[in-house]
Each structure stands twice: as C-alpha cells, then as structure tokens.
Nanobody
Framework: QVQLVESGGGLVQPGGSLRLSCVAS????????IGWFRQAPGKEREGVSC????????YYADSVKGRFTISKDNAKNTVYLQMNSLKPEDTAVYYC?????????????????WGRGTQVTVSS
C-alpha cells in the first residue's frame, strides 16, 4: 500500500531552521519523483521543491531558492527538506507527494500520492 508520511514540522522563530522528512512505503524512491508542496491559510497549494527519482535533479520555487534544500536517501526511502532562514510567509501545511517515473515537476496536478501534511509555523 502506497503511503507518504511527513514529519519535522513545528513552531520556529523568523530566521530559524527546520528539517522536514517524508518517509515513503509501498514503493521505492528509485522509481518515483518526490515533490514538496505547501498550503497557507486562504491560499491554493503551491510547489516548493522537487527531486527526480534517479538522476537527483532538483528544482525550487523562486520564493525559497537559496534557503531550502531538498535531498533524499534511497536506502531509507526518505526525502528531506532542509529549511533555513525561515520567514513568516513560509507558514503553511507542508505536504510531500510522489509521481512515478523519472520526471519531476512543481505542478500539483501531476502528483497522485500525497501525505497528510505537517504544520510549519514561523512566528515570533
């Protein structure tokens, strides 16, 4: 059974850091690309970062470029999102999602498998 479970969210002050984890089960990261998405109150879900299944190619939304880093450990079937220099506007529920094949994108509609999300709150 395909499952994605996010963890690592919490409350952090502006300028702080968090590392999110997404553990996949029922499939291997050798065959699926993973994307991180977020949804803030009153806003639509948006792509944050993604990483390809095998070549390791990474992509970032302009709003997080230079602050966030996506990585994965195929042996652990886990994808990470290191978030540094956090801003209040980063506050959102963060979701990981999976798509099959070698491609990857920041388009919500291309992903069929989703985790339940983890809350990130950046506030003083």
């Amino acid at each position: 059974q395909v499952q994605l479970v996010e963890s690592g969210g919490g409350l952090v002050q502006p300028g702080g850091s968090l590392r999110l984890s997404c553990v996949a089960s029922g499939f291997t990261l050798d065959d699926y690309g993973i994307g991180w998405f977020r949804q803030a109150p009153g806003k639509e879900r948006e792509g944050v970062s993604c990483i390809s299944s095998r070549n390791g190619g990474t992509y970032y939304a302009d709003s997080v470029k230079g602050r966030f880093t996506i990585s994965k450990d195929n042996a652990k079937n886990t994808v990470y999102l290191q978030m540094n220099s956090l801003k209040p506007e980063d506050t959102a529920v963060y979701y990981c999602a999976a798509l099959s094949g070698f491609g990857v994108s920041l388009r919500v509609r291309e992903y069929d498998y989703w985790g339940r999300g983890t809350q990130v709150t950046v506030s003083s």
